[in-house]
């Protein structure tokens, strides 16, 4: 595991997006995992401003989100296939068919966590996972509980995150309850992974994710099992 503390929130989206960049410089074709959430932000504005000086190039690149609200299409401004769109992809040259964010609104939502995970195996798997953590210490929604899931599943949100996510909505009662991630198995699975973490109200967690037993009660602790794991925090 390498653990790097950035000086400040540009600093760490900086040293995110040069990872990311070096992935894609190194392998054109390469298969990014996305998170959304405050923390990338940062992250994909420094790789919008390199691709726009002709730094990078995602003709060739795919991608897979990690989560999505269920019950939320794409087209509604609080989904993460809108959020994805708006941040990042309308931005860069990547196609838009080779970005898949798991449908919240499929007809049967079982059917699409297997075709999600299907979808992750048929494009080789992951070659750079980038994840937040919450304050539970989720990664994707896959949130606290007696085991860890390994495959997309649906989840109920914890009341934390529901709490921590209201800020993007009018209301807290406009979060929706539910939603689809994409589970530890295929996170796991990715060749790297890139966790990013900001602002003194994570700094409890990611140490306890990094340093603490492992355990599905903190999903995020798992990672100190993969064998190329890159934290990158900002405590300030
Ligand atoms: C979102 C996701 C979540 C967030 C986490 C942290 O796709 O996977 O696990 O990464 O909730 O969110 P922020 O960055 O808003 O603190």
């Excluded at 934390?160 to 589970?183: L, Q």
């Excluded at 995020?220 to 099992?225: D, G, K, M, W």
Aim: aromatic share 8%; with cysteine; charged share 25%.
């Amino acid at each position: 595991m390498r653990v790097i503390e950035a000086k400040d929130y540009a600093d760490l989206s900086r040293k995110a997006a040069n990872v990311i960049s070096a992935q894609v410089i190194l392998k054109p074709n390469s298969v990014l995992g996305l998170a959304t959430g405050s923390t990338p932000i940062g992250t994909y504005k420094q790789l919008i401003d390199w691709y726009n000086k002709g730094d990078i190039d995602f003709s060739m690149t795919k991608s897979i989100n990690l989560d999505e609200y269920v019950g939320l299409d794409g087209t509604n401004d609080q989904s993460y296939r809108y959020f994805m769109d708006n941040n990042f992809f309308d931005h860069i040259n990547i196609k838009k068919e080779n970005t898949f964010v798991p449908s919240g609104v499929a007809n049967d939502m079982e059917a699409e966590c297997v075709r999600y995970d299907k979808l992750i195996a048929d494009m080789g798997g992951i070659d750079i996972q980038l994840l937040g953590i919450g304050h539970d210490g989720h990664i994707g929604f896959n949130e606290p509980g007696a085991a860890f899931e390994k495959t997309t599943h649906l989840v109920t949100l914890d009341e934390r995150t529901i709490e921590a996510n209201a800020r993007f909505f009018a209301s807290k009662d406009e979060v929706p309850k539910r939603a689809i991630t994409m589970g530890i198995k295929s996170i796991m699975q990715a060749r790297k992974l890139l966790l990013i973490a900001n602002g003194p109200d994570k700094k409890e967690i990611v140490q306890k994710a990094i340093n603490g037993p492992v355990t599905p009660l903190i999903p995020a602790s798992i990672l100190q099992f993969h064998p190329d794991l890159t934290v990158i925090y900002c405590f300030n």
